[in-house]
């Protein structure tokens, strides 16, 4: 790979993009002595994410977006032995979840419009599974790349048969489905703050429940399930997954600048649109109708093998060679080792979106000198 230099820095895929205010925040945590998971930042980070989700989103924020996938599923009643119904075209933080509850995943294929969940692989997978006698306990759907899911079709489908749905979204923060918000869509809602994601806190995330009961128990787990008894009474295992209040602090400053944000990636995306148009088999992934709002968290674009220049592999090395990251899909969970013998319901859409697309560098930091950069390299390559 080659090496950064001063008139060939690294574009990363994903960089994350501070505001002037998050530096104060952490100053401000910090001489207030609050450098632990309590603190007045972590209830202040919760309300701008109801603020943006709505009055009926009752946030939890921790530590991860992987540990909010945990504690949803226990919320949703998830036990050793269930099953539960996973988008297999995903990162594996959707997926692993549901082995640390001691639970069976299920792994259903994409359709190609959003990416996402297919809705008849996933009502085949409900009713092979029914048949066996073990009903799903829960269908965790993925907003991919800040596309929605086809919310409508998988949330009738989890209604009929009486399952619930985990919505991660947690690429998806500021995309919208029939103008509401992403994250407060699904039975329990997950979004992510890691580094590469829309807004980060350095790592963290949150879980969004329903009521205000299910965000207290969402609590008490995620803080060892001390038990109101004085004297560390614990009924139930716990874990240690509340955010810190440094952490939320960075987040509060973050959440600032979501608008902006999303400002700045609508901005990106209609650049590599123009970019795509004239190209022959290769075109940027876009929204299937005006439903399905993107905060296009990251660019993709589908190549059409019979017509494209290059193969995702070839323009994937060339940006390389000039210090530009981009990257292949999320492998589908289907085709990894670990998961092997995990059941899989569907074809070969996850795998065909797999072996033709690839991600572009979508920072909302990059400077027109990166943005030419990366526009010469399509041009010579597409
Ligand atoms: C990032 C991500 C997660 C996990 O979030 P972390 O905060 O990194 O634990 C889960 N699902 C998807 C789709 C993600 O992109």
């Known amino acids: 790979m080659a090496q950064s230099t001063d008139t060939n820095p690294r574009i990363y895929l994903l960089a994350p993009h501070l505001g002037d205010k998050e530096w104060a925040l952490v100053q401000q945590a910090m001489a207030s002595n ?7 930042q972590i209830e202040a980070f919760e309300n701008t994410l109801q603020d943006h989700l709505g009055p009926d989103a009752h946030v939890t924020a921790l530590q991860s977006g992987t540990a909010a996938i945990h504690l949803g599923l226990l919320s949703l009643g998830v036990k050793p032995g269930d099953e539960v119904l996973c988008q297999s ?11 640390y509850c001691g ?37 965790i759907a993925v907003h991919l790349y800040g596309m929605p899911y086809q919310v409508r079709e998988i949330h009738d489908i989890a209604r009929h048969y009486d399952i619930a749905v985990l919505e991660d979204a947690a690429e998806a923060l500021g995309s919208y489905y029939h103008e509401q918000p992403c ?5 329990q809602g997950v979004l992510s703050f890691n580094g590469n994601k829309i807004l980060t806190t350095s790592g963290g995330g949150a879980l969004v429940s329903r009521s205000i009961q299910e965000k207290q128990k969402a609590l008490y787990w995620a803080t060892q399930a001390k038990s109101p008894v004085e004297g560390f009474h614990h009924n139930e295992i716990g874990y240690n997954y509340r955010l ?6 960075i987040g509060v400053g973050q959440m600032g600048l979501l ?21 022959q088999g290769i075109s940027l992934q876009q929204a299937p109708d005006s439903r399905f709002a993107s905060n296009w968290w990251l660019n993709v674009i589908v190549f059409d093998p019979r017509l494209a220049r290059c193969t995702p592999e070839q323009l994937s090395i060339a940006f390389a060679e000039e210090n530009i990251e981009s990257r292949p899909l999320w492998r589908p969970m289907h085709l990894q080792p670990v998961y092997q013998d995990a059941p899989y319901y569907g074809g070969s859409v996850a795998q065909n979106l797999f072996e033709h697309r690839l991600c572009l560098p979508s920072s909302t930091k990059m400077s027109p000198t990166d943005r030419e950069r990366i526009a010469a390299v399509i041009q010579r390559m597409c």
Do not use: M
Request: proline residues 7%; hydrophobic residues 45%; glycine residues 6%.
């Open 103 to 139: 639970a069976t995943p299920i792994f259903v294929d994409s359709e190609s419009l959003t990416g996402n969940i297919c809705p008849q692989a996933l009502e085949t997978a409900i009713k092979a599974r029914i048949k066996r006698g073990t009903k799903p306990k829960a269908i």
């Open 259 to 279: 608008k902006a944000r999303l400002t700045q990636k609508q901005a990106l995306h209609h650049w590599y649109e123009v970019l795509f148009e004239a190209r």
């Open 183 to 187: 994250g407060a869509l699904g039975d």
């Open 34 to 40: 609050w450098i632990a998971p309590v603190g007045p």
């Open 89 to 99: 075209l995903t990162f594996a933080g959707s997926a692993f979840p549901i082995n």
């Open 244 to 249: 810190s209040n440094i952490c939320a602090a």
